[in-house]
């Protein structure tokens, strides 16, 4: 968008009269051209009349220019009367003077200058005119064989007077109302035409702010945006965005006016502006913000002798503040303040943006993370099972092939081995397609699935695993069931490699609008703190996991565990009945 606004300028009634003027002027300059150039007889030169005549047409080809770009209005009217005075006496010259046909142009000519200009700033014209006549009247006198008729001069010389005089008169008690009704209105206009142009600049400063919020994920760019639309609205000396950091400290985020230097200053809230527009999420207008034990902390604001502040708020979230000072006193106003109120919202939208987008990531983070631990841990599972006892039965059955020949009995003993292997294997594949995706849990539920899932642990790993079901019963939607499987299944998968555990009790219950599922363990158990604190070292977040599905879902897992009395993982979540 342009930066400046084009507004149609209404035309005055005065500048319509001055185009009717003009236009009477050339009706009548061509109305006399054609009378000299028919009527010959009027002039002994009739060439110097013609050559005036197209001059004075000429300016007034100027005048029409001039009154259309709207150049020197009010001298303008004024040299055309006073080329209309010249012209008319030119003529008379030419014409006979006193004794010319032509004489009532003149009287025309003053009645126009008293009506248009008025009493006082027509009667020099007037004079002029009158002079100019009186001028005329003395070279008749001087020509041999003339004769001028004084009465006749003196009548036309009082015309000149009592129409310049009482038409100046009649123009002042008639126009005085419509000139003060005309200043009112300009300054009405120029008010209204003040309104659009901040009116413009305001869309255009949120238009342009849309447009950037659509086009950028970057929450910088938009502040930076909003300190150059506020430089083109509010005209400020200093303009800093400040967001929170740290308890009780705030960082500049984007600044304008001030050093490169002191965008690293951190402002530490204590009990100034900030903290109370903060508190209060309520902009304020500033007075001398050197005074104040926050502001004063940057630099460029010790200066400035008025200012704004508005909070970036969303919510019961503080995100920050804007401030703007200037060296001027009382630089700003209530209507400016609201104005950088709105623009305060584009930065609270921008940083609110920017956060999902961080959160969207680091969920995205996450997803390929446990898709990686995912594979590891079947990757893992794979290599330590099946793939080992495929291995070993490929062994087998090589050593068979030999003692077929060698020893048959020892043979078919060895065939029975294979078989229990081979059983195994087909029992540990079953397994393992089964925690991957059961079935089960999509046809009949959670509770026939742990249910047979309790049945597949093997009794030689030495651990108990006890289940509980009384407490619920019925289907749940299939996405919080396969949650609560998954999470389980982690839980005992962990008790099962870490805890030591000798028995592990798995539960579930319904409590009023919840469901409750526990798995415990007798194991070693651990500090939770303590793990918590070393997953960048560790590298598995298999705790946090658990608790980030739980959260999907609406629900939430809590991790109890003390060293040496077990571990207990309790998952919450809301009961939706399945449509």
Same mark, same amino acid.
């Given at each position: 968008m342009d930066d400046e606004v084009s507004v149609p300028v209404v035309q005055e009634p005065s500048g319509r009269a001055d185009w009717v003027l003009t236009g009477t002027r050339v009706l009548l300059a061509l109305g006399l051209l054609a009378l000299f150039w028919f009527v010959r007889g009027l002039s002994p030169w009739p060439a110097l009349p013609l050559l005036v005549l197209l001059v004075y047409l000429l300016l007034v080809g100027f005048e029409a220019l001039f009154l259309w770009r709207r150049w020197g209005l009010r001298a303008l009217v004024q040299i055309s009367f006073a080329l209309d005075v010249a012209l008319d006496l030119a003529l008379l010259f030419f014409t006979g003077a006193t004794r010319s046909p032509l004489l009532p142009l003149l009287l025309f000519t003053v009645t126009a200058i008293s009506l248009r200009l008025g009493l006082a700033a027509g009667l020099g014209l007037n004079l002029a005119t009158l002079l100019?006549? &009186?001028?005329?009247?003395?070279?008749?006198?001087? +020509?041999? =064989?003339?004769?001028?008729?004084?009465?006749?001069?003196?009548?036309?010389?009082?015309?000149?007077?009592?129409? &310049?005089?009482?038409?100046?008169?009649?123009?002042? +008690?008639? =126009?005085?109302?419509?000139?003060?009704q005309l200043r009112n209105l300009a300054l009405q206009l120029e008010d209204l035409r003040s309104r659009f142009l901040r009116a413009a600049k305001r869309a255009r400063a949120f238009y342009e702010m849309s447009h950037t919020l659509s086009v950028s994920l970057s929450y910088q760019k938009v502040l930076e945006g909003i300190l150059q639309e506020c430089r083109r609205l509010l005209d400020f000396s200093v303009g800093i965005v400040l967001l929170t950091g740290g308890k009780d400290e705030l960082s500049i985020a984007a600044s304008s006016g001030m050093r490169v230097a002191d965008n690293d200053t951190r402002v530490y809230l204590v009990g100034g502006t900030l903290s109370n527009c903060l508190a209060t999420a309520e902009p304020a207008l500033l007075e001398h913000l050197g005074r104040d034990v926050e502001l004063r902390q940057v630099m460029a604001l010790q200066r400035c002798r008025s200012g704004m502040c508005v909070p970036l708020r969303a919510g019961l979230r503080n995100y920050g503040a804007i401030v703007l000072g200037s060296i001027n006193e009382q630089a700003y106003s209530r209507a400016d303040l609201e104005q950088l109120v709105a623009l305060a919202h584009f930065a609270t939208i921008a940083i609110q943006n920017a956060q999902l987008y961080q959160d969207l990531r680091e969920e995205r983070d996450k997803i390929v993370r446990a898709e990686e631990n995912v594979r590891k841990e079947l990757s893992r599972d794979l290599h330590d099972g099946p793939a080992q006892a495929l291995a070993a039965i490929t062994m087998n059955v090589e050593y068979i092939r030999r003692l077929l020949a060698e020893d048959p009995e020892k043979a078919l003993e060895e065939l029975d081995n294979l078989e229990k292997l081979a059983r195994k294997t087909s029992w540990d594949v079953r397994t393992l397609l089964f925690e991957l995706r059961p079935v089960i849990l999509e046809t009949q539920g959670l509770v026939p699935t742990l249910e047979q899932y309790v049945q597949r642990f093997p009794a030689s790993e030495g651990v108990q695993v006890h289940l509980d079901t009384s407490g619920f019963s019925g289907r749940l939607d299939p996405k919080i069931e396969a949650t609560v499987f998954t999470i389980m299944q982690e839980a005992v998968n962990n008790a099962r490699k870490h805890a030591r555990a000798k028995n592990i009790w798995l539960r579930l219950a319904r409590q009023g609008e919840n469901l409750v599922a526990w798995v415990q363990d007798d194991g070693v158990g651990f500090n939770v703190e303590e793990v918590r604190a070393n997953y960048e070292k560790r590298g598995s977040f298999g705790l946090l996991n658990m608790e980030e599905r739980a959260r999907l879902i609406g629900g939430r897992t809590e991790i109890r565990s003390i060293p040496g009395k077990g571990t207990a993982v309790i998952i919450t979540v809301p009961v939706q009945a399945k449509d």
């Open positions: 100019g006549y &009186g001028l005329l009247v003395m070279r008749d006198q001087l +020509q041999p =064989g003339s004769r001028v008729d004084p009465l006749q001069v003196s009548l036309f010389a009082g015309a000149i007077l009592t129409i &310049g005089v009482f038409g100046g008169l009649i123009a002042e +008690q008639v =126009g005085r109302p419509a000139t003060e």
